[in-house]
Structures are given as C-alpha cells and as structure tokens.
C-alpha cells in the first residue's frame, strides 16, 4: 500500500529561526500534495495544495511567505515555516495523492512543531 | 503498508435512508479511532470518535461501531442528508501518541 512519510516527527526551535518538514511519498507518485494543520477540536485546516513544478495553491488567511511549500520532485514536497513564532506551534500534516481528480488520500504521520 | 483502509472508494445512498461507511484496521495497538468529513478544497473537519474500551458510540445522525476482534470499525449516518454528501475519512491513534493514521477515504454521494 501508498505510505507517505514525514520527517521530522517532533521539532522544538527558538523563535525566530526556521524549520523545513518533509513529506515523501515512498512507493508512487505523487503530483499534488496537500499541507494541514491540526487545531483543537481534531480537524485539520488545509494551509495549501502543491503540485509537482509548479507553484502551491494557499488557502486563504494563509501567509506564502511564512510557510514557504516547494514540491520539487513527485515523491517530495517540503514546508518550511520562517521566522516560527510560538503561535505557530502546532501539528502539521501532509497528504499525497496520485492523480487529480481522486479523492484518495494518503497521509503522513505528522509533524509536532513547539515553537519556544 | 496501510494500517488503515476503506476498501471502498465511493458509496452511493438514498436520501433519507441509511448510509454505513466501513473501516479496517490492522494494527492491534490503535485504542482510538475517528472519523472526518471533508468537503473539496477544505480540511477534514472532525466528525466523531471511539475509545477502544466502546463499542459504540452515538452522537445525532452519525453512530460509530467498533469490533476489536474484527478489528473493523463502521460510520452509520441516519437519516442521510443532501449535505452529508463528502469525502469520509477514518483514522487511528495509539494512546498517548498524537500521531494519526488516516483511511484513504471513502466519498459519499447522497441521492435526492
């Protein structure tokens, strides 16, 4: 079965610096990757949709220059959180998919980020 | 390998009857369980949740049933609605670790 990965698990950093999560898609292709982050209440926010080469789509409300998304290759795509302050301590989430047009999903395990 | 799976894609349902979304899990460590719904271009919102020591739990329309010894868990939607028309998502967690390991989604089409 599809496995998408994340990596790091957990980060704690300093505010101020920044932090780049992976998320890989292990065994297919993926040419549109989405990034989430989880509030309380369990539900996921959709912060963007990347697709492979080309420019993420933000959701609005969203800043693009503070989670910068870079999709670079169809196995990889990163967000990396600049200048993290402590309100961005949060848990993100991605999810792969492997064709427009489908619903399937694939998620990573997340990532726990703790912004001091 | 995927630890959590729907096997079905789509399902398709009667307004006003009942819809039953399904979930299978492999790993016997998972204790909690939830569902999401989700709606094009937005995040999964959080539907209900079961502990592993239930083996049901009802919140409205919406019922969750857990069989440990199946390791199978279903989402009964009664009466279905126009607007429960969305993409289902089950997911699983391990006490203690936030970690949560989704279904790839089942999308539900509720006909008028």
């Known amino acids: 079965g599809a496995v998408v990965s994340q990596h790091p698990s957990r980060v704690i950093c300093k505010s101020g610096t920044s932090v780049k999560i992976e998320c890989r898609s292990l065994d297919f292709q993926a040419t549109t990757m989405f990034w989430y982050r989880q509030f309380p209440k369990k539900s996921l926010m959709l912060m963007a949709t990347s697709n492979e080469g080309s420019k993420a789509t933000y959701e609005q409300g969203v800043e693009k220059d503070k989670f910068l998304i870079n999709h670079a290759s169809l196995t990889l795509s990163t967000l990396t959180v600049t200048s993290a302050h402590p309100e961005d301590s949060s848990f993100y989430i991605c999810?792969?998919?492997?064709?427009?047009?489908?619903?399937?999903?694939?998620f990573g395990p997340g990532t726990r980020l703790t912004v001091l | 390998d995927q630890q959590v799976k729907q096997n079905s894609p789509s399902l398709s349902v009667q307004e006003g009857r009942i819809s039953i979304l399904n979930c299978d899990y492999t790993?016997?460590?998972?204790?909690?369980f939830l569902w999401y719904k989700k709606y094009p271009a937005e995040g999964p919102t959080f539907l209900i949740s079961i502990s592993s020591i239930k083996d049901k739990n009802e919140d409205g329309r919406f019922t969750v049933f857990l069989n440990k010894s199946a390791k199978h868990l279903s989402l009964h939607i009664v009466p279905s609605q126009p607007g429960d028309s969305a993409v289902y998502f089950c997911?699983?967690?391990?006490?203690?670790?936030?970690?949560?390991?989704f279904g790839t989604g089942t999308r539900l089409t509720i006909i008028p």
């Open positions: 997911a699983a967690q391990n006490f203690g670790n936030e970690k949560l390991t």
């Open positions: 999810s792969a998919s492997s064709g427009s047009g489908t619903d399937t999903q694939y």
């Open positions: 790993n016997s460590m998972f204790d909690y």
